[in-house]
Each structure stands twice: as structure tokens, then as C-alpha cells.
């Protein structure tokens, strides 16, 4: 069974940084090609916003260029996902998801993502 466990996620202030963490179990995680951070704050609809592929292209969506950086560890079964100089708007609950094969609706696509955490929340103050 996949398991995927966020953390990290809590309350600052604009231009702070916070590191939000994603711990996979199970044995589909050499299976994954693309693990991904996807946010949704309420009233919206969840979006991108990093994806890493298994061999290490990141993309991301422009409102967190040059600000965010995702990475993985591979040995940990662990994704990673560093937030600097942060905004109002980042604020969200942040999920972490995985895919595996072709991501045929985009890599920033939250349908193209088969396994999803539960959730950690960021709150961003102005």
C-alpha cells in the first residue's frame, strides 16, 4: 500500500521560508515517475505548483519561480519542497502527489497523479 506523509507546513510571516517534507512508503516508489507539490487554498481549485521527474527535471508554475525548490532524496523515499520569500498568497493546504508512467494531462496537472498525502497546511501572513 502507497503511503505518502507530509510535514512541515505551518504559519509565517511574508518573506519567511518554510521546508515542507513528503515521506513515501511502500515498494511502488522506484515506480513513480514524477512526484510532485500541488496546493489548494478554499474556494479554489488545486493546482501545480512543483513537479520533479525521476531523473531530476523539475518544473514549476511561474508563480513560485525563483522562489521554491523542489528536490527528492531517493535513498530517504523523501520529497522536499523549500519555500522562500513567501506570500499571502501562497497560503494553502499543500499536498504532495505521485505518478507513474506518462503524465498525458501535464506535469502540473493534478489529474495526471494517482497517489496523494493527506495535507499540510501553510499559512502565510502579511
Known amino acids: 500500500q502507497v503511503q505518502l506523509v507530509e510535514s512541515g507546513g505551518g504559519s509565517e510571516q511574508a518573506g519567511g521560508s518554510l521546508r515542507l517534507s513528503c515521506a513515501a512508503s511502500g515498494d511502488t516508489y522506484s515506480s513513480y515517475s514524477f512526484m510532485g507539490w500541488f496546493r489548494q487554498a478554499p474556494g479554489k481549485a488545486r493546482e501545480g505548483v512543483a513537479t520533479?521527474?525521476?531523473?531530476?527535471?523539475?518544473y514549476y508554475t511561474d508563480s513560485v519561480k525563483g522562489r521554491f525548490t523542489i528536490s527528492r532524496d531517493d535513498a530517504e523515499k523523501t520529497l522536499f519542497l523549500q519555500m522562500n520569500s513567501l506570500k499571502p498568497e501562497d497560503t494553502a493546504m499543500y499536498y504532495c502527489a505521485a505518478a507513474e508512467g506518462t503524465l498525458w494531462a501535464g506535469v502540473l496537472n493534478p489529474r495526471s497523479y494517482r497517489y496523494w498525502g493527506q495535507g499540510t497546511q501553510v499559512t502565510v501572513s502579511s
Open positions: 520533479i521527474h525521476s531523473r531530476g527535471s523539475t
